[in-house]
């Protein structure tokens, strides 16, 4: 063997098993998903093509409509509630504004390390009429007939995930910032020390500017991971009552595997895809226009 | 003077809401964990009749009770096999192919890096439906491969992005002189490239496990025996029936969380890491 063929045989032995299973699990599952989407298929016998009958079928149901607007909801939360409080505790952590940075740092990142199932079931708990919530509540109120309604409201049942959400996610945007900040070089921010400016003027002309980039990137991640959420929802929730907590992914799995309408499901899983990447296309071009004004 | 007076009092201010802020934060994230902690240590009665209070006694039947009832014994094998299985696969297959993108100068290497970096942005309920027909087709559901697959596939994205990432950055004339020596790219890669990036590949690993424990809607779907179901998918079925025994579901929570718990305290620094490269891309 040439040492050019040796040079080829190694790199496709060293890639081809990731390229493969690549392949075979992602890829072509996500092109076979995309053929299904136009046809009614319930698993059994040949799928019969109705072109974008499935489709039209999602945007005229009113839970699906109802779920795409809670998904924008997750979406909000994350890119204008993580974001922006996880920035802050990184800056405070950052800049030593407190001792036992280490502390803070470790306990409100704990969180993410525990599965999402856990999280739901203990907030649903804290939620339940039995729960911790309810029995502060009747304390602060001095009322011992108060229960929380606010899961039978359609309009407002989403606030109790969305602080969930809010609660185990925000320590992993503090991460990545606290990480980032420190790539800024110390004598920057001495020399502005030394010219005088003060703790909000070091984080508005000094850290901020220097941030744009990861900002962008924290909320691609943001988009991308709230499009997803399925595990705390579907644990805390499964979405109920009447769907009022439903988002997509949930309304794709029980259309899927509940009912065996995998045409739909599918078509409801690209709109997924189609969602995320037009979402962070969009992010693209704020950002775009943002980073213009800076330079 | 006294500006520099002025200065100093004005920092005061800010420490002061940053205190606030930052101790509001934390009380508002352990708080209910420390809750959940004392109270499996009190039976349900004790619970419904004082939610606040500290255990009366050390009450551990709770434990057992979860354990056996809620077969978690099972489950924790199971996903100690998948976790384990699936990142020492994946870990070692982001390492072979980031070495081939990094160091092997092939134009193609720039499309399959690509391909492999869109995989972060595909939700795993784009592929659910498909995968779970062609599973079915070829009769590998309801297996511990059927399981594997899935993880190991949606785990490379980032993976090869960390690794090729590092091993870019290695010395070309490191590897250059066991060229020299003779050494074919396998060896390179055994004993050039592997030994380099053991700090990366630690990264890896801990990002990978943590990933890999807590996943949920592969082993929700792809599996139906209990035989074959994971910790967090057997805690759900069985903690979330329990609201007639909260001391039980409490166990039951405290025992699918305390093995990541500990993992965390142990390796946070490398966690952290993990986290934060995973967002340094562009």
Avoid at chain 1, 171 to 187: C, D, E, L, R, V
Avoid at chain 1, 202 to 228: D, E, H, Q, W, Y
Avoid at chain 2, 241 to 247: E, K
Avoid at chain 2, 255 to 264: E, L, S, V
Wanted: glycine share 6%; charged share 10%.
């Amino acid at each position: 063997m040439t040492e050019k063929t040796l040079k080829k045989v190694s790199y496709a032995a060293l890639t081809a098993p990731s390229i493969l299973i690549y392949a075979f699990i992602i890829i072509f599952p996500i092109l076979f998903s995309l053929s299904l989407s136009f046809t009614e298929w319930t698993g059994f016998g040949t799928p019969k093509f109705v072109g974008l009958e499935q489709y039209v079928r999602m945007f005229t149901d009113s839970v699906f409509l109802h779920g795409l607007r809670n998904n924008l909801l997750v979406v909000g939360i994350s890119v204008f509630g993580q974001i922006p409080l996880g920035f802050v505790l990184a800056y405070i952590i950052y800049r030593q504004l407190v001792k036992a940075t280490g502390f803070f740092e470790t306990m409100i990142f704990l969180p993410i390390t525990i599965a999402a199932v856990v999280v739901a079931i203990l907030w649903a708990q804290i939620f339940s009429p039995a729960g911790l919530y309810t029995a502060l509540m009747r304390r602060i109120y001095d009322d011992p007939r108060y229960v929380l309604k606010i899961f039978e409201n359609k309009t407002w049942a989403m606030l109790p995930v969305l602080f969930v959400i809010l609660w185990m996610y925000t320590g992993m945007y503090m991460i990545i910032f606290i990480a980032n900040m420190q790539k800024i070089s110390p004598s920057v921010i001495e020399a502005s020390i030394i010219d005088g400016a003060s703790e909000g003027q070091i984080l508005g002309r000094v850290i901020l500017p220097s941030m744009v980039n990861i900002i962008f990137t924290t909320a691609v991640l943001a988009i991308s991971g709230s499009l997803k959420s399925f595990d705390l929802i579907y644990a805390m929730t499964s979405g109920g009552p009447a769907h009022y907590t439903e988002v997509i992914a949930i309304y794709m799995y029980v259309n899927t595997f509940k009912y065996y309408n995998y045409g739909f499901g599918s078509a409801v899983s690209i709109v997924i895809v189609i969602l995320s990447l037009g979402l962070i296309l969009l992010v693209r071009s704020v950002f775009r226009r943002f980073e213009e004004k800076y330079e | 003077m006294s500006n520099y007076h002025e200065l100093k009092q004005k920092n005061l201010v800010w420490k002061l809401i940053a205190y606030v802020v930052m101790i509001i934060f934390t009380v508002l994230t352990i708080g209910p964990l420390i809750w959940l902690l004392y109270s499996s240590f009190k039976p349900h009665i004790d619970i419904i009749h004082n939610i606040f209070a500290f255990p009366a006694s050390f009450y551990t039947d709770n434990f057992v009770q979860a354990w056996k009832l809620g077969r978690l014994g099972i489950y924790m094998l199971n996903s100690i096999f998948y976790s384990v299985a699936a990142t020492s696969i994946t870990t070692f297959l982001a390492l072979a192919a980031g070495y081939a993108f990094a160091k092997f100068k092939y134009r193609i290497s720039g499309f399959f890096y690509f391909f492999f970096i869109m995989g972060l942005l595909i939700t795993v309920h784009s592929v659910l439906v498909p995968l779970f027909v062609m599973e079915t087709k070829l009769g590998i559901d309801d297996t511990r491969l059927g399981v594997l697959l899935p993880y190991v596939a949606f785990g490379l994205p980032m993976l090869i992005y960390l690794a090729t990432a590092y091993i870019k950055g290695i010395p070309d004339s490191l590897e250059e002189a066991a060229v020299i020596d003779g050494a074919g790219y396998l060896t390179i890669f055994r004993t050039v490239i592997v030994p380099m990036a053991a700090p990366v590949t630690a990264t890896m690993i801990i990002f990978s496990f943590l990933g890999n424990w807590n996943e949920f809607v592969f082993v929700l779907t792809l599996t139906s025996k209990t035989s074959l179901r994971s910790l967090p998918v057997g805690v759900n079925a069985f903690a979330a029936g329990q609201t007639m025994n909260y001391g039980v579901q409490f166990a039951a929570l405290v025992i699918a969380t305390a093995p990541m718990i500990i993992f965390y305290l142990l390796f946070h620094k490398q966690l952290a890491k993990g986290f934060a490269a995973g967002a340094l891309k562009e």
